[in-house]
């Protein structure tokens, strides 16, 4: 790390309050210092936390790029700008714009500056006004340490204001994500059902604190946490009700994943009719309907600062800096997408049937871009990020980070079962892991178990309105899946094709890791171009290290060095050889 130098910018931004005025409250390249007063009026809350959006706004794009351009979805192309093409590389110079930590220390500065200095007793008719902004504070300051330690492995740790260069002689404490969790989550399980601020038209602007709960235990591989907190957001969550068309009661607390998913009519070739999951249900990044049915949490453009983001992937000249991967490509392509006739009584399967679909989320994407001609040529444009929102929470993408704890977890009761020759305990783990699988497959069946009195409540006579509002996040791009007895599903002979092991030789263990081979694929089908694949690529690598796995580093190298497509995997390739063998690489340098 360069000396300090990064926390000493710091003290050339403002805290956004009440003495700034609405334009400088915008301009955080502001030289003024204002850390000279006290937080004790609706105004200077308000005003500050307005200051502290824009601050994030400020690291937007780097959420999408730090975690995408590193990953094995994104390709390179000769248009690519040298900071990018240095990223996707691993070669970090000391000059990319990318790497420069200073607007993340901003937002945790100001952060902690609010939290200090901020009146949070002020009441008016009983009502403590400035609760909702303090806990703001909370999750934003902890989602972006979550971010830096993401990418920076260890990181400097600080919650007390730097206001003065007296406070840089304070010995900094260094700490990674586990660190983190362990500081932070304390203090943030205190204010979980504390509900957000209003003033910029949606609660939707912040981090979800408990998600960011979860996902600091995940992180840290405390997955009994993680799956205590996902679960109590997705089934006890006091913000949602899933009343179902047709349905005469509803389940409060419930937060459903479908009632629009991804249709094939079972045709063969070019003539299939196939569509993709509609966007009234299905929001995206950048889209008008961010903040609507799908999108729980995401940056706000607010005040109108530029995204680099829709020039990266669209352009009107054909030269933008980056493409979807080979890989990407054949990962969709590989998926099975699955039909049931209108009288239920026939199953087809694009395998079976011959039809050319694959995953119906890349047709999603695709019918996101524009045929257009430029002097002749023909080419397509990407427009996902045509609305400069960016997503950090999604409903889909919390259901498949549940799958992935409650399956972690499911192996480490299985030791334990193993150890302490406990039945009950082994037959936890095997629940865990079956609910994991089907999170992917048929979600009705975990939300609506078998013998439960929620299951009696539909099973007569309204399982199938419940099954397509709580679909599997796999039948998004792939259908009725949940019909399929052959290729989606838990039996050795899927699990010993796709891990190389002998059908007679699966074990428990092996079910586990093909659950979680299932996962990882579905975060990149669902979660495509948002921020979060590379790091999904450590936390999955790093797992495999804890389960004992020597060859753990391959689970990310093989991945991302496979961007040109499987068949042009090298092991030789510099690429590879970076990411297998030094983990120092996963990791940006400190500037």
Known sequence: MKSKSFIVALLAISTLGLTTSCEDMFDIESTRVVYDHELNSTSDSTYTTLGVLQCLRKVADRYVILGEVRGDM???NEHTKTSLRNLANFNFEEDNEYLNVRDYYAIINNCNYALANMDDSLAINNQLVMMDEYVAFLG??????LQLAINHGTVPFYTEPITT???????QEMLDVKGIAERLIPELLQYLDVELPTFVSTRNGYPVLRL?????????GNYAEAVKYYGDYLTKNKKFICSPTGVSFNFPGMLSLGGSYSKWNGEKGKDSEVTPVSSETYGVTGKSDVGGYENLAYILNAGGIGSELPGFFLSGDNTHYLNLSTYWSELSEQQNVFFLSADGKTFKSSVKEGAAVGDMRNLRYINNRIDETNDGESYTTFSKFGGGHVNIYRRSITYLRYAEAMNALALEMNTRGK?????TVL??????????????KDAYQVFFPKGSKERALVEEDYEKEMQQYFIGVHARGCGDVYND???????PAAISKRLGVADSLVAFCD?????????IDELALESTLEGNRFGDLIRFSKRRQAWGDENYQDFLAKRVASRAGAESFDASDSLYVKLSTSEKYWYLPLK
């Open 427 to 440: 037959a936890d783990s095997r629940t865990l892991a079956n609910n994991a699988f089907y999170l992917l």
């Open 74 to 76: 994104i390709e390179i």
């Open 485 to 491: 007895s052959v290729y989606y599903v838990l039996t």
């Open 212 to 220: 960011v709960v979860a996902d600091l235990y995940l992180w840290s």
């Open 140 to 145: 934003i300051r902890a989602w972006t340490y």
């Open 419 to 423: 150890e302490l020759n406990d039945s």
């Open 511 to 519: 079910t586990i890791r093909y659950i979680d081979e299932l996962i």
């Open 165 to 171: 260069m007296g406070d840089l002689d304070k010995e």
